[in-house]
């Protein structure tokens, strides 16, 4: 059973580096690892996502060690409306065949001023 | 560009009576999946689709049906609202498995 674990909790200060860490032992040969944010009383909203080494895009950098057993979100200086829930997400085979996505309890991050 | 619509946004049932939580996507997506979320917890796959005609079991399965009879929508059926049952329901769609998945804004559910 593919599945994802995540501190519980992390505090930031503004304008800090943020990196949250995720471990996924049972990653798939051919699964992505992709992370979401969740602002209260919204669904969560796609940040990036990666198969291996690097990515980066306007909001965030993934970095993915050759292993990919573990994927770690960097968020550049941090300010307060980045305080949410980050979710990793890999994907698990259902009895079908098909891919399902299981989410785990995700990061609680929040940003103090 | 509407994305995934839910609705309704708010619903309130007694227990036992029955719904169905509407989804509904507009970019043609094959991957489609039923989410709930109790307060302060993390998501919890309920049943997921494929592609029209093919559904399959999440992690928290029963008391909820889902058929996919068009691309389109995914309707979600509570067959006897239990007060269990009261959590914020979302829907996702996505481009093929591994797509990114884009999430509506959800139903509040409150059985009583």
């Known amino acids: 059973l593919a599945k994802t674990t995540q501190p519980i909790s992390m505090d930031s200060y503004e304008g800090q580096e943020v990196n949250i860490t995720c471990s996924h032992n049972?990653?798939?040969?051919?699964?992505?690892i992709t992370w979401y944010q969740q602002f209260p009383s919204q669904g969560p909203r796609f940040i990036i996502q990666g198969y291996k080494t690097k990515v980066t895009n306007e909001v965030a950098s993934l970095f993915i060690p050759a292993d990919r057993k573990s994927s770690t979100l960097s968020l550049p200086r941090v300010s307060l409306s980045d305080t949410a829930v980050y979710y990793c997400l890999v994907g698990d085979m259902g009895a079908s065949g098909t891919y399902k996505y299981i989410f785990g309890t995700g990061t609680r991050l929040k940003v103090l001023a | 560009n509407a994305g995934v619509t839910q609705t309704p946004k708010f619903q309130v049932l007694k227990t036992g009576q029955s719904m169905t939580l509407q989804c509904a996507q507009d970019m043609n997506h094959e991957y489609m999946s039923w989410y709930r979320q109790d307060p302060g917890m993390g998501l919890r796959l309920i049943h997921y689709s494929v592609g029209a005609g093919i559904t399959d079991q999440g992690e928290v399965p029963n008391g909820y049906n889902v058929s996919r009879s068009t691309t389109e929508d995914f309707p979600l059926r509570l067959l006897s609202a239990a007060p269990s049952q009261t959590s914020v329901y979302f829907c996702?769609?996505?481009?093929?498995?591994?797509?990114?998945?884009?999430f509506g804004a959800g139903t509040r559910l409150s059985v009583l």
């Open positions: 049972n990653i798939a040969t051919n699964d992505y």
């Open positions: 996702a769609s996505s481009y093929g498995g591994v797509g990114i998945q884009y």
